[in-house]
């Protein structure tokens, strides 16, 4: 599975942004995908994962209420919808896709990334 994450950018605080991860390879909707951000100096971050079906979603604390992932199988693409952003979730942000039976919310559980995308979020 090959992933690529876009959507990054510029926004105020406050605002939303929407951010996607498209795959390749027919067996993408066998893949439990989440979403993870690194600021700089700091580790990277679990934010939230959906299950393969879509049927299950996990988030982090603090993006909780304010994130939301959702994915269409049919169209190989999981899309992490964030509002109310403000300055402290500015970061890279990465989708990752793996196997496994439970929603994975550290970096090692998953097997594939994509490339990060830039979000920036001014005061």
């Known amino acids: 599975v090959q992933l690529q994450a876009s959507g990054g950018g510029l926004v105020q605080a406050g605002g939303s942004l929407t951010l996607s991860c498209a795959a390749s390879g027919r067996t993408f909707s066998t893949y439990n995908v989440g979403w993870f951000r690194q600021a700089p100096g700091k580790e990277r971050e679990f934010v939230g994962t959906i299950t393969w079906s879509g049927g299950d979603t996990s988030y982090a604390g603090s993006v909780k209420g304010r994130f939301i992932i959702s994915r269409d199988n049919a169209k190989n693409t999981v899309t992490l919808r964030m509002n109310s952003l403000s300055p402290e979730d500015t970061a890279v942000y990465y989708c990752?896709?793996?196997?496994?039976?439970?929603?994975?919310?550290?970096?090692?559980?998953?097997?594939?990334w994509g490339q990060g995308t830039q979000v920036t979020v001014s005061s």
């Open positions: 990752a896709a793996e196997r496994g039976p439970l929603l994975g919310r550290r970096a090692s559980d998953y097997d594939y």
